[in-house]
């Protein structure tokens, strides 16, 4: 599933192609691509047309076009949920049409369109009212259960680290618990952790206050090397607005390297079952604790 660099370069290729723009036309083509909107595919795209898109948001891992509020009516928005392959694709209207296309949505200035290709069918995109946080901000009904992600202005350091020393969890869990922090999923989890020589299973409450801001500061590293590299592409199903892959792939430490040395110190990179999923870690560098349990 894409992690907060790959949400945030598409993010960014919206901010830059379809922000100011009206729409013109929606083409659902596959059901389950809209399954998350209430109304279902004739619904979003009665509401989408006419609307003016205002910005491009994100929150950790999720995505939203803000549409311009019509008086008297709450803001909505239309949340991209990108799932395992999900993509969202600035193509010009006469440009082929992918194999997974699901989503077509169409300009009133006959410029480049937005497409929605996902080829497992896991993501999709819905209409959903953004609503006031404590923190003062507005994001989509749906995510206010989310917390902000380490490379957001307004992310609180301190609490941050107060909440990660109170967890009886392993500190890996901790990382990849989006109510804590968000936008870090299993990859980024594992660079960082790495980084700051911390064993994924280690319990949280164990951290030293200086221990937790290393660790805080090496995911902000990892994240923010991954965003410039366009994110982490290991195959075709994560591409950015304009088709490109990432390339962070070829700066990975320990993720998906098993049984290669560890860059620092040389000892094999082994592999580990977590959370229904893999942990990479280098067993010199990163010590496991003397009972590793999840």
Known sequence: MPELPEVETVRDGLQRW??????????VRHPRAVRRHPGGGDDLAARLVGTRIAAAARRGKYLWLPLDAVAGA????????????GQL???????PQERHLHVRIGFTDGGPELRFVDQRTFGGLLLDPLVPTAEG???PARVTHIARDPIDPAFDDGLFQAR??????????????QTLVSGIGNIYADESLWRARLHGQRRARTLTRAAAGELLGQVRAVLGEALAAGGTSFDALYVDVDGHSGYFERSLAVYGREGEPCPRCGAI??????????????PRCQRPPRAATE
């Open 18 to 27: 379809v922000v100011g723009r009206t729409v013109a036309v929606v083409e």
């Open 89 to 95: 694709l600035v193509r010009a209207p006469q440009a």
């Open 164 to 177: 990660l020393r109170r967890r009886d969890s392993a500190v890996k869990r901790a990382l990849l618990d």
């Open 269 to 282: 990179v082994r592999r580990t079952a977590f959370m229904n999923r893999s942990s990479f870690f280098c």
């Open 74 to 85: 709450a803001q909505d928005c239309l949340v991209a949920h990108l799932g395992m392959s």
């Open 137 to 139: 901000d507005t994001v």
